[in-house]
């Protein structure tokens, strides 16, 4: 038993090795323009083009290296953002808040509910969904937790907006999609303050099993793909409040040449997931190519 917790104690201090490693090749031996140009060819077979953008994602990347917006860097942080919300369309669409937690020694699962979600604050994919918390190996999902708080999210792919925000992580409600459905995601995709297409993404949480149907605002599916395939064999109705949350979306959205505005759905009422200013960090798959123009034809770079 001595020597398991040794070999424990010695990957983890490896892996929070390997980590300060990381961090130090993209923060000193790297630049953001070389480490946007590889992960743009990596992930999308094509070269950028940051001097004279057309396209979506290119357009996203211009911005990484030249846009910065302290109200922004506000709204990406998932626990400064419900001050955001409350000012600006009222804490009733909030979903509620647990606790909050600024050290991974502040963390006691005892006295947690039975069901709920610990999202780091800091980055983007910092999610932990707890159905049953005695179901669940602690010790290994606080070694994931210690590595939110020593990852600054910002040097991964260069988005301004989570450089400076600090490390958190915050406990939510569990939430259950009507029928006990696959929780489904509504992420209105704004321009200058106005909503053009939302997305319905299913299984959001397990990128193999991520479903994305694209609609436009009469609620008519579209034929365009952003990375994952059509849900075909579930029939989306469009929601009764759909009309307040194009107006929500407008306001949480105002004053941002782009902004990507996510809500839940449930039991006919709107809950608020958060605001994403590059969407896949601008390296998502769009079909068509036509499609990808139009977005960025939509996208007027400050």
């Keep these: 038993m001595l020597q398991l917790k040794n070999n424990l104690e010695n990957n983890e201090l490896f892996v ?4 300060k490693l990381k961090e130090y090749y993209y923060k000193y031996l790297i630049s953001d323009v070389s480490i946007i140009k590889k992960r743009f060819k990596e992930r999308l077979g094509r070269e950028v083009e940051l001097n004279n953008p057309i396209k979506y994602n290119d357009k996203l990347q211009w911005l990484k290296l030249n846009w910065h917006d302290p109200i922004a860097t506000k709204c990406a942080d998932k626990y400064e953002v419900r001050e955001i919300i409350e000012e600006r369309i009222g804490s009733e669409y909030l979903n509620e808040l647990i606790a909050v937690y600024e050290s991974i020694d502040d963390i006691d699962i005892d006295k947690l509910p039975e069901k709920f979600v610990l999202k ?10 707890c159905a049953d918390k005695s179901n669940i190996n602690w010790h290994d999902k606080f070694k994931v937790m210690s ?16 450089k400076n925000i600090k490390p958190r992580i915050i406990c939510e409600k569990f939430l259950v999609q009507n029928g006990g459905d696959e929780l489904r995601d509504y992420r209105f ?27 436009d605002l009469q ?17 989306v109705d469009k929601p009764e409040k759909f009309e307040e949350m194009i107006e929500l979306s407008r306001k949480l959205s105002s004053g941002f040449s782009h902004a990507r505005v996510d809500f839940y759905y449930i039991d006919n ?6 605001i994403t200013f590059f969407h896949q960090s601008g390296m998502g798959k769009i079909s068509p190519e036509e499609f990808e123009i139009t977005m960025g034809n939509w996208l007027e770079l400050p």
């Design 16 to 19: 929070a090795i390997l980590d």
């Design 120 to 129: 780091g604050t800091h980055g983007s994919g910092f999610n932990m969904i």
């Design 147 to 162: 590595r939110w708080f020593r990852k600054n999210y910002y040097w991964q792919n260069r988005e301004p907006v989570y």
């Design 189 to 215: 995709f704004c321009f200058n303050g106005e909503p053009k297409f939302i997305t319905v993404d299913f299984s959001i949480t397990d990128k193999k099993k991520t479903r994305r149907n694209l609609y």
């Design 219 to 235: 609620w008519n599916l579209m034929d365009a793909e952003i990375s994952y395939p059509k849900e075909m064999n579930i029939k």
């Design 269 to 274: 009422k709107i809950i608020f997931g958060e």
